[in-house]
């Protein structure tokens, strides 16, 4: 175990108790297997999505990604497709047996996701909603917390407390970048905080090195360092016409990008003693 000067929150301190492993459909969190997570930015059509599923089955994804409520820093940008897009994202995986991850932007919709869901996200902007963190702490779907954009190691736990604390032990942390004054990223991939909250705490890690870095040329070296520090998986971003998506497609794969990704994952999954 890492040592620390910070006040860990209680139910997150790692003793002596084994790795926690968070199961998600096929996937499990945690476990010798690295997760790989991929999907559009954002739900579009049918078509789009149903594609996405099939690209991210045949790449050797276990889970798929897809915005229906979409947090944009622009109020007149594309703000998702909303529950018809659920309906969508929940069809296209179950055609080729995914799992599905989707982020919750506010209290009032966990109960209406949550018996559709594989497992709700909370994104960084809503990583310190406490409503939210307690309401889906009551839920008995795995969560994906992803770090604030500008929150510390300390903050990122004890939000992490607030859901364990209500009863909900299946959390996978996810470190999405910080951040930062960088004029080449949209954020900056804190590598390091992968080994530390591996060393300090019971919760599987995985790694979006597409909001980190904001572009797609980015995305395989830092998933493929991500998996080297020890993440237990990543979620990518992947588009069959990037130039087309209706949000963040500069970060978005090209499918044949993320075959690419997939093999590098499983070169340095195996170079690391771990599987993909
Ligand atoms: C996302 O994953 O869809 C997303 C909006 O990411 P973040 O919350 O990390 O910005
Ligand atoms: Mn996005």
Do not use: W
Not at 7 to 36: C, I, W, Y
Not at 42 to 65: H, M, N, T, Y
Not at 90 to 103: M, P
């Amino acid at each position: 175990m890492f040592s620390t000067s910070l006040n860990l929150p209680h139910v997150m301190r790692n003793g002596d108790q084994s790795v926690t492993t968070v199961k998600v459909g096929d996937a499990l969190f945690g476990g010798e297997k690295v997760v790989l997570i991929s999907g559009p930015c954002a739900v579009e059509s049918p078509e789009q999505i149903e594609l996405c599923a099939r690209l991210v089955k045949e790449a050797g994804g276990s889970v798929l990604r897809g915005g229906i409520f979409k947090p944009r820093t622009s109020p007149y940008s594309f703000q998702g497709l909303g529950f018809e897009a659920l309906k969508m994202l929940r069809n296209a995986a179950d055609r080729v047996g995914l799992a599905i991850v989707t982020e919750v932007m506010n209290a009032e919709h966990v109960e209406k996701l949550e018996p559709v869901v594989d497992m709700i996200q909370i994104g960084s902007r809503n990583m310190q909603n406490f409503d939210l963190l307690k309401t889906v702490g009551k839920s008995s779907k795995p969560v994906m917390l992803k770090r604030g954009m500008s929150a510390t190691l300390e903050e990122l736990l004890n939000a992490a407390e607030y859901i364990m604390s209500n009863g909900n032990q299946n959390i996978v942390i996810c470190e999405r970048g910080i951040r930062t004054f960088d004029d080449f990223s949209r954020n900056t991939f804190d590598l390091a905080i992968i080994p530390m909250l591996k060393g300090l705490v019971r919760v599987p890690v995985i790694a979006d090195p597409s909001h980190a870095t904001g572009n797609r040329d980015l995305v395989i070296p830092v998933s493929k360092a991500a998996i080297a520090a020890g993440a237990d998986g990543v979620m990518v971003e992947m588009h069959p016409d990037p130039e087309k998506a209706l949000s963040d497609g500069a970060q978005s794969l090209y499918p044949e990008q993320l075959v690419t990704l997939s093999d590098g994952i499983e070169k340095i999954a195996t170079a690391v003693e771990r599987k993909f």
